[in-house]
């Protein structure tokens, strides 16, 4: 069984930064796509960065580019969000999920392991 466990959320003033974790375990990751995801109150989940296990470049939605990085630890089974910049609109649940398929997708519906999500607040 996969399981997915976020850290590292929590509240930042903004133009702050904070470093998302999800640790990865249960499976061989390597041909599977992780992705993060956000979801603020009232709102849909929305995707914010996926990078494949086995490498390649990362995809990011156009409010995560040249803010956010997403990465992954092969060796510790560990996907980060490096997220710097923040604005109060980046706050949310984030959510990492694991899709067991080589493409790159930008749909949560297309994930299919999530993490219990973990809570960013960023105050203005």
């Known amino acids: 069984q996969v399981q997915l466990v976020e850290s590292g959320g929590g509240l930042v003033q903004a133009g702050g930064s904070l470093r998302l974790s999800c640790a990865a375990s249960g499976r061989t990751f390597s041909r599977y796509v992780m992705g993060w995801f956000r979801q603020a109150p009232g709102k849909e989940r929305e995707f914010v960065a996926a990078?494949?296990?086995?490498?390649?470049?990362?995809y990011y939605a156009d409010s995560a580019k040249g803010r956010f990085t997403i990465s992954r630890d092969n060796v510790k089974n560990t996907v980060y969000l490096q997220m710097n910049s923040l604005k109060p609109e980046d706050t949310a649940v984030y959510y990492c999920?694991?899709?067991?398929?080589?493409?790159?997708?930008?749909?949560?519906?297309?994930?299919?392991?999530w993490g219990q999500g973990t809570q960013v607040t960023v105050s203005s």
């Open positions: 999920a694991a899709r067991t398929n080589t493409y790159v997708s930008a749909s949560s519906y297309d994930y299919n392991y």
């Open positions: 990078i494949r296990w086995s490498g390649g470049i990362p």
